[in-house]
């Protein structure tokens, strides 16, 4: 029986695959909420980068929200693990032992607060996606009314919620000694750094105006930017990085060549030498969120949702498909790549030969279904701020209202066989009553929820007349003709 990952088994490993430190000397000096895959395959690399070039208490707690599988794997590899890139010209694994610990929250609500007081900890992140943090999509303010949000606000000292941790955690902080601390949300939400420094301080004055006032001048939340595809691990996966290993890691994860993370260099105090692996720190990273988010974002969104529609599982057969390539550049090229100012030094026509490059890659297959998730919290970024800027400018938006459509197409819980469509999504119960009927009924319903379009959205006959058009021409067609009649046309 091959023996798992673990400290006793960590120095066997060849040096060119694991760090040269000893794992249980590392100090921690990052709590790390939401150690889900990306995570591990992103944060959790550029500091093991850091700590190769310039090695300190850079080491990372990891917690967990909501569920303790994520956790009790790890523990019991002593927070070990492995990531595994891929790419059609081949594919390397290295161990990962920057991450010393994950707790389950739930289990111990008052250990993580206390984590975030502790003066040895100068850096909290996050990926909690963005269903995590109790936000109106609508009007980008904390949902008070959100069940989480609301318990929260009566037991504070008991916290559910990603808002509520962190306020429960840096009031801790501020009685006990008032260091300060830098906040680093890593989740696709624009200004996401400005938009977690407005709901914390909005739940912070819910309770403590003394701590509100701390917060606004001790801690920090910049603004970043992420980008890594990081597909499931399989059963394949943990076979494949057994094979290369000669030690099963339960733990595993996996991704593709190319890693980005550009941040806003506004720190409350030290931080590690992310530069090292190759992290961007810039003045303003709204050129960078944007070109993520209506580029990759977007783009990916639209393969997923065409895709799956026209019975690909996987992105890189969605774009392999006649005329989906050719959608997708025409989208960025005519819809999303005008809304865009971006520093000079940035090429934006290589960025969208890149992304082309990135969706083919056949050694990487991202589940459609797993971008598809979620939905009505990644619409208003990655199609409507399009949308919005292109009406605004009388630019087209005919292939974002067939993006959009497709997700109306999508969401109505069927594909285009009649086979049922396992919707994920906060909204799924309600999206999926209304995304029933003829097309112009699906679109005045759907277009008329507030919270995903807001107030201007459903007052656009321009933008309803293309969804209408759309959606009459997936649910005619099916998805593979509609797309060459959009690209042909």
């Known amino acids: ?27 921690a000096g990052i709590v790390h909420i939401g150690t889900g895959a990306f995570h591990r395959a992103h944060q959790a690399v550029y500091t093991e980068e850091a700590l190769a070039a310039d090695y300190g208490d850079w080491g990372i707690i990891g917690a967990s929200l909501r569920q303790p599988g994520v956790g009790d794997t790890l523990r019991a590899q002593d927070s070990l693990y492995s990531v595994l890139t891929r790419s059609a010209a081949g594919s390397g694994v290295r161990v990962i032992a920057c991450l010393r610990d994950v707790i389950h929250t739930p289990s111990d609500p008052q ?31 904390l949902d008070f009314t959100h069940p989480d949000i609301a318990q929260d606000l009566r037991a504070p000292h008991l916290p559910a919620s990603t808002v509520g941790t962190l306020f429960a955690g840096l009031h801790a902080r501020r009685l006990a000694h008032g260091q300060p601390l830098t906040v680093l949300c890593c989740d696709n939400l624009q200004h996401n750094g400005r938009l977690l420094r407005q709901l914390v301080l ?201 993006a959009v459509a497709a997700w109306m197409r999508y969401v109505g819980g069927a594909d285009e066989n009649g086979r049922p469509i396992a919707v994920q999504d906060p909204l799924a119960q309600q999206l999926q009553a209304a995304a029933q009927g003829s097309a112009a009924d699906i679109v005045d319903r759907v277009l008329g929820m507030r919270s995903i379009f807001g107030e201007d959205l459903p007052r656009s006959e321009r933008f309803r007349g293309e969804l209408v058009a759309a959606l009459q021409r997936l649910q005619q067609v099916g998805s593979r003709a509609a797309v060459m009649e959009y690209v042909t046309a």
Not at 307 to 328: S, T
Request: charged residues 20%; hydrophobic residues 45%; glycine residues 6%.
């Open 1 to 27: 029986m091959t023996q798992s990952l673990s400290l006793s088994t960590f120095a066997r490993l060849p040096l060119a695959i694991r760090p040269h430190y000893d794992p249980a000397a590392l100090r």
């Open 111 to 141: 250990r993580l607060p206390a984590l975030i007081a502790s003066p040895q900890i100068r850096l909290v992140s996050l990926t909690v996606t963005e269903k995590g943090y109790g936000l109106d999509p609508a009007t980008r303010s």
């Open 202 to 402: 909005a739940f912070a004055e819910q309770v403590d105006g003394a701590t509100a006032r701390w917060i606004e001048s001790r801690v920090a939340f910049p603004d970043t930017m992420v980008d890594r595809i990081v597909p499931a691990t399989t059963p394949a996966t943990l076979d494949e990085v057994e094979e290369r290993l000669g030690l099963r890691d339960a733990a595993a994860v996996w991704g593709e060549p190319f890693m980005q993370w550009v941040i806003e260099d506004a720190f409350a105090g030290e931080r590690p030498r992310w530069e090292a692996g190759g992290a961007q720190f810039v003045s303003d990273v709204k050129p960078y969120e944007d070109m993520k988010l209506r580029l990759l974002n977007s783009s990916n969104s639209l393969l997923a949702y065409l895709g799956y529609l026209g019975g690909c599982d996987y992105v890189y057969q969605a774009i392999a498909l006649p005329g989906y390539a050719q959608l997708v550049r025409r989208f960025m090229q005519e819809e999303a790549a005008p809304t865009l100012s971006m520093p000079a030094e940035q090429d934006l026509g290589a960025y969208q030969a890149q992304l082309i490059e990135r969706f083919g890659n056949t050694a990487l297959p991202h589940r459609c279904h797993q971008i598809a998730m979620d939905g009505s919290q990644k619409l208003p970024q990655r199609f409507l701020a399009v949308v919005r800027d292109n009406l605004a400018a009388g630019r087209p938006v005919r292939l974002s209202a067939l």
